[in-house]
């Protein structure tokens, strides 16, 4: 009776909807807890997804979680051009450094590379508290210090039902030209130079380990009762 468990006072958990979408005994993502401190500047990530359709999941670390948005096309450097970016689940800050491939049959299947990384402000100067009140609001006006992405960006919401779709729009700043495909121009991994390719190589699993990863394992995973 003692060791009842404890419910969580909230009724939905933080990062509920990541964990329910994953199996983590077969996917080498971070199962992850939401953070509370932010004394850091605030991360951003662009993890490159060549899922059943490729895309560019970008990531804002917000509140604890990484708020995330699935971005088709990828960003680009011309203010002219609207990148649809459809909100999806947040995800755990860990989730920042994951690279490699998420199995077949498994959600989201597909190689993952780390396209870029760095951190980001509210382009008013105004902190986390500013990002909360532009996200609440749908418009959310942020500067990118990162390697690929650099300098003003805004994310618009769009009035449409269902799960939330913004625009991903460069500003006018000195960064911005039409002239840069970035998404054609960087192929390569910001953490390991590797191509999705190479990481895909990476991943998948030698013959002998294949042998042994067929053997009933010795030890049983405890938790998960999901059929194969
Ligand atoms: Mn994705």
């Known amino acids: ?17 990541y964990k329910s979408k994953r199996d983590f005994t077969r996917t080498a993502e971070p199962p992850g807890k939401a953070v509370k ?24 670390e917000l509140g604890g979680v990484m708020k995330s948005w699935a971005v088709p096309k990828g960003p680009s450097y011309d203010p002219r051009v609207k990148r649809l970016a459809m909100e999806v689940e947040d995800h755990p800050i860990d989730y920042n450094s994951f690279e490699g491939t998420i199995p077949e049959g498994e959600y989201g299947a597909g190689t993952v590379m780390l396209w870029d990384r760095g951190t980001y402000a509210a382009e008013d100067g105004g902190g986390e508290a ?24 805004v994310l618009v919401r769009m009035r449409r039902p269902g799960r939330p779709q913004w ?41 002998a380990k294949k042998k042994r990863a067929k053997r009933p394992a010795a030890k049983k995973k405890r938790g998960s009762k999901r059929p194969a």
Request: net charge positive; no cysteine.
């Open 167 to 207: 625009l991903l729009i460069k500003h006018r700043d000195e960064y911005s030209t039409p002239r840069l495909d970035v998404t054609k121009k960087v192929l390569t991994s910001v953490a390991t130079g590797r191509t999705m390719d190479e990481i895909a190589e990476a991943s998948r699993p030698t013959p």
């Open 37 to 60: 401190q932010t004394k850091h500047a605030l991360r951003f990530v662009v993890q490159k997804h060549a899922a059943s359709s490729l895309h560019y999941d970008l990531r804002l």
């Open 130 to 153: 500013s990002m909360r009140e532009g996200y609440e609001a749908g418009d959310l006006k942020i500067r990118l210090k990162g390697k690929r992405l650099m300098g003003g960006w």
């Open 1 to 17: 009776m003692a060791t009842r468990k404890r419910v969580r006072a909230k009724s939905k958990e933080p990062l509920a909807e």
